[in-house]
């Protein structure tokens, strides 16, 4: 069973469209994350969530908008694509507030807008 | 507010050397972690090895050992008996009480050489 699943992997869109990515995660961990891997490949934290309490909200669009249904689950939904979109999206997940607990990752999505 | 550096953005090593590659911090709190992340050419983000703020002795973990320095705070990935296969982007990252959140590095490449 795969910990962090996400799909899609791929992700192929015109600009203006609006698509989502999914994620899940078995390993009952209470807070789950976005991050976006850009071209350079640096990794940066959009979104953490608690029990489906919205935690961290760095500096994104507001065309990005995270929506946890239970704490098992991060959906990540963009509106109105743009080119700067184009990037790696991770979801992953930890136990919150744990300093010794490292973070299990999804597999990635790539999202290429064209 | 935490910190990451690395500053070799690519490193060469000869297959069955050792490598070490450098990693720097700074975070005002005493309590933290620190972790290393392997990223093949696939993608997917794999935990390496960890080591806590108040443990006394450097992690390892198989060829991977961590030479941690508290009062130099950093935290360097030693690969013992490098492999073809270590050819990755390698990240550096760490979690404190304060954060919350996985804050990263901006990788290094590493290349090992038959």
């Known amino acids: 069973d795969t910990a962090v699943s996400q799909t899609p992997k791929y992700l192929v869109t015109q600009m203006g469209n609006d698509k989502s990515i999914k994620c899940e995660q078995n390993?009952?961990?209470?807070?789950m994350y976005w991050y976006k891997q850009d071209s350079k490949k640096f990794l940066k934290i959009m979104f953490s969530?608690?029990?489906?309490?919205?935690?961290i909200n760095e500096t994104v669009p507001n065309r990005f908008s995270p929506k946890s249904p239970d704490k098992a689950h991060l959906n990540l939904h963009i509106n109105s694509l743009e080119l700067g979109d184009s990037a790696v999206y991770f979801c992953?997940?930890?136990?919150?507030?744990?300093?010794?607990?490292?973070?299990?990752f999804g597999s990635g999505t790539r999202l290429t807008v064209v | 507010a935490q910190k990451i550096t690395q500053t070799q953005p690519g490193m060469f090593v000869q297959e069955k050397e050792a490598v070490t590659l450098d990693c720097t911090y700074d975070?005002?709190?005493?309590?933290?972690?620190l972790f290393w992340y392997k990223q093949p050419s696939s993608g997917e983000m794999i935990f390496l090895i960890y080591?806590?703020?108040?443990?006394?002795q450097n992690a390892t973990e198989g060829r991977y050992s961590l030479n941690f320095q508290k009062a130099r705070k950093s935290a360097n990935l030693v690969i013992s008996a490098s492999q073809l296969g270590d050819s990755a982007m390698y990240f550096c990252?760490?979690?404190?009480?304060?954060?919350?959140?996985?804050?990263f590095g901006a990788g290094t490449i590493l290349r090992v050489k038959s």
């Open positions: 390993l009952g961990h209470d807070t």
């Open positions: 969530y608690n029990n489906k309490e919205l935690i």
């Open positions: 080591q806590g703020s108040y443990d006394q």
């Open positions: 992953a997940s930890s136990p919150l507030g744990l300093v010794d607990y490292g973070y299990t």
């Open positions: 990252a760490m979690r404190d009480r304060g954060g919350n959140k996985l804050v």
């Open positions: 975070t005002s709190d005493p309590s933290y972690g």
